[in-house]
């Protein structure tokens, strides 16, 4: 079974910009549709952004369309959100996680592995 891991969390001003990585142990990264997820303190684990298995298709959450872009690196079992015009709001743990379902789902229970996060804080 795969195993991931994030990194590249940390805080930054408001406007600032970070990329986080999402690296799967294994060799079947290439077979999975993958998602990004944030939880802030309090909320619900959300779907940030999505990406099927080779990369055709993708899906953002509406708040962070245009400033956060999904891509992967199958040939480096890597997944990748870039983060751009960082705001207060986008302050959570990020974590990627494997779909269960060859179709976009955007519930956290569509997702079976899961890594253990990353924290991303935005403030002045």
């Known amino acids: 079974q795969v195993q991931l891991v994030e990194s590249g969390g940390g805080a930054v001003q408001p406007g600032g910009s970070l990329r986080l990585s999402c690296t799967a142990s294994g060799r079947t990264f290439s077979s999975y549709n993958m998602g990004w997820f944030r939880q802030a303190p309090g909320k619900e684990r959300e779907l940030v952004a999505y990406i099927r298995r080779n990369g055709d298709y993708t899906y953002y959450k509406d708040s962070v369309k245009g400033r956060f872009t999904i891509s992967r690196d199958n040939a480096k079992n890597t997944m990748y959100l870039q983060m751009n015009s960082l705001e207060p709001e986008d302050t959570a743990i990020y974590y990627c996680?494997?779909?269960?379902?060859?179709?976009?789902?955007?519930?956290?229970?569509?997702?079976?592995?899961w890594g253990q996060g990353t924290q991303v804080t935005v403030s002045s």
């Open positions: 996680a494997t779909a269960k379902y060859a179709l976009l789902h955007t519930s956290a229970t569509d997702y079976d592995v």
